[in-house]
């Protein structure tokens, strides 16, 4: 098992920042509060440094193509640099193309991102056309979840 404890650190929660110690297994938090102690647990000296909960990016652009340019980064690297500095959630798009549906687009997105991503992923779903058919299609999809929509007004 993997056991960490965090002494002597500044724990920032939503309401509040306090003095305290965090204990960690197998990469989860456990507990967090005043004088903990774990026989097992590999001691780490926090020394009054903060302990933030997860950062969320919401603009990303990973294993993408905007106009002519490809992105160099894919989900797997994008996701574990962004989790080395303390972002746990991002945001990325799913941009409908003239040939396919939003719907489409989506399920191609979640099948190239299966078994690549280190942190959480909340998409932003960008269609492009919205006749009856793909206003329906965008409407489905609310429906099933995905709340986060780009448009472009240009």
Request: aromatic share 12%; net charge negative; glycine share 8%.
């Amino acid at each position: 098992m993997n056991e960490f404890l965090i002494k002597n650190v500044r724990i920032v929660n939503p309401d509040s920042v306090i003095d305290g110690d965090i204990l960690i297994k197998n990469g989860l938090i456990e507990d967090s509060g005043s004088n903990l102690s774990s026989p097992t647990a590999k001691v780490i000296e926090g020394n009054g440094k903060f302990a933030f909960p997860g950062f969320i990016d919401f603009h990303v652009h990973l294993q993408d193509k905007i106009g002519d340019y490809k992105i160099a980064d894919s989900f797997a690297v994008g996701t574990q640099v962004a989790l080395q500095w303390g972002i746990t959630t991002i945001g990325s798009f799913v941009t409908q193309t003239s040939t396919e549906t939003l719907s489409e687009a989506v399920a191609k997105a979640n099948a190239k991102v299966k078994g690549q991503l280190y942190t959480d992923l909340q998409w932003r779903l960008t269609p492009i056309t919205f006749d009856n058919s793909s206003m329906n299609d965008i409407f489905k999809l609310i429906e099933s979840g995905y709340s986060v929509f780009k448009f472009f007004t240009t």
